[in-house]
Nanobody
Framework: QVQLVESGGGLVQAGGSLRLSCAAS????????MGWFRQAPGKERDFVAA????????IYADSVKGRFTISRDNAKNTVYLQMNNLKPEDTAIYYCASSSGVYRVTTAYKYWGQGTQVTVSS
């Protein structure tokens, strides 16, 4: 069992930045890939970014490419999502999740955090 806890969300003006963190605990000995997803009110949960265990592979949704950066510190069991040039359409609850590989689909991820709210005002 792996527990994931997100933090770092908040309210920011358009053009601003936030850095989300996802701390893992429990059975962290496995070499998990990690992903970030987001869900806006009334919408499905969408893929944002993912990173392999080693950090050598990263993938992004087209909507965030060039603005968001995913990274990880395995010594701290933590994954980060640096979000720059935020837009109102980035407003959502952001979730981190763990998987056996780098995937874009929610069904590939086994463990999920509770989410952290990001609100971008115009």
């Amino acid at each position: 069992q792996v527990q994931l806890v997100e933090s770092g969300g908040g309210l920011v003006q358009a053009g601003g930045s936030l850095r989300l963190s996802c701390a893992a605990s429990g059975r962290t000995s496995g070499k998990y890939a990690m992903g970030w997803f987001r869900q806006a009110p009334g919408k499905e949960r969408d893929f944002v970014a993912a990173i392999s265990w080693s950090g050598s592979t990263t993938i992004y949704a087209d909507s965030v490419k060039g603005r968001f950066t995913i990274s990880r510190d395995n010594a701290k069991n933590t994954v980060y999502l640096q979000m720059n040039n935020l837009k109102p359409e980035d407003t959502a609850i952001y979730y981190c999740a763990s998987s056996s590989g780098v995937y874009r689909v929610t069904t590939a991820y086994k463990y999920w955090g509770q989410g952290t709210q990001v609100t971008v005002s115009s």
